[in-house]
């Protein structure tokens, strides 16, 4: 899943109306496993990024950049982060990490070729599933197309939330922008 998936659909999930104080925490713990690698993807676009659009990369770097994000993306220290901040009565920390347990949840199954270490430092397993958000050949097309109807189903619960009208535009943008951009790049489906 794409990170404004993840943070959608967890507001979405563990959210309530009577209870706003948990969106940040929420949308945080969503958007931290997947920091890594925006800075990586920013790092690139500064550093590695060629006039002729190839990207070299070291091994090296690669394995530095994926082990941040495996270590990012290991549920077993999100649940103990979820765990600890439950019996200190810390709400902000708890909405936080289970935001981050689901999201390394969502994430378990939709990797075909680069799979997480989700269970660090358990053991170093990878689950590399026979579908993919990404790839087309791994039925990206499929997933990117049931992403979007996700999406639009997560903002049509936030909306119902009575969220003001400064928030419904940007939703309402992000849904529809997100939807031709999933078919479109990771859908493998060009118009």
């Not at 890594?36 to 659009?53: N, R, V």
């Not at 019996?87 to 997480?116: C, R, S």
């Amino acid at each position: 899943m794409i990170t404004t998936t993840h943070i959608l659909l967890n507001t979405a999930l563990l959210g309530r109306k009577k209870n706003p104080g948990r969106n940040w925490p929420l949308i945080l713990g969503s958007l931290l496993p997947d920091i890594p690698m925006l800075f990586y993807f920013l790092y690139m676009l500064m550093t590695h990024h060629h006039q002729d659009g190839t990207h070299w990369v070291s091994l090296n770097e690669y394995t530095i950049r994926q082990t941040w994000v495996d270590w990012a993306h290991s549920i077993p220290l999100a649940i103990s982060g979820a765990l600890l901040c439950y019996f200190i009565k810390n709400n902000f920390g708890f909405f936080f990490f289970a935001a981050m347990v689901f999201h390394d949840l969502e994430d378990l199954p939709l990797h075909a070729e680069y799979a997480h270490r989700h269970f660090l430092p358990l053991n170093d397993f990878r689950f590399f599933s026979p579908i993919s958000y990404v790839d087309s050949r791994y039925h990206g097309a499929w997933v990117a197309s049931l992403e979007w109807g996700l999406v639009l189903l997560c903002i049509g619960i936030l909306w119902r939330r009575g969220l003001k009208p400064w928030l419904q535009i940007p939703l309402l943008f992000l849904g529809i922008f997100q939807g031709l951009w999933l078919i479109y790049f990771y859908g493998g489906i060009h118009w």
